[in-house]
Nanobody, 123 residues
Framework: QVQLVESGGGLAQAGGSLRLSCAASGRTFSSYAMGWFRQAPGKEREFVAV????????YYADSVKGRFTISRDNAKNTVYLQMNSLKPEDTAVYYCAASLSDATSDPYRYNYWGQGTQVTVSS
């Protein structure tokens, strides 16, 4: 069992930055690929970024590539999402998730989800 708790969301201006954190419970954090997803009002949940177990591989949605960076610290059981050059269309609830599969953008291959943190970007 893994519990995930996101933090770091809030209000930012367009062009600004936010850093999301996701703290995981348990001693098997390094066994999971970790992903970030987001869901805007009236839209389906969408993939944002994923990092492999050893941080050797990262993948991003085209919409955030070059602006967002995912990283993890296995010693701290934490995954991060650094978001720069924020746009109003980045406004959403952001969720972190843990997958026993290889790094994947498929939400159905994730075993555990956090409760989400709201990110609002004003123009």
């Amino acid at each position: 069992q893994v519990q995930l708790v996101e933090s770091g969301g809030g209000l930012a201006q367009a062009g600004g930055s936010l850093r999301l954190s996701c703290a995981a419970s348990g001693r098997t954090f390094s066994s999971y690929a970790m992903g970030w997803f987001r869901q805007a009002p009236g839209k389906e949940r969408e993939f944002v970024a994923v990092i492999s177990r050893s941080s050797g591989s990262t993948y991003y949605a085209d919409s955030v590539k070059g602006r967002f960076t995912i990283s993890r610290d296995n010693a701290k059981n934490t995954v991060y999402l650094q978001m720069n050059s924020l746009k109003p269309e980045d406004t959403a609830v952001y969720y972190c998730a843990a997958s026993l599969s290889d790094a994947t953008s498929d939400p159905y291959r994730y075993n555990y989800w956090g409760q989400g943190t709201q990110v609002t970007v004003s123009s």
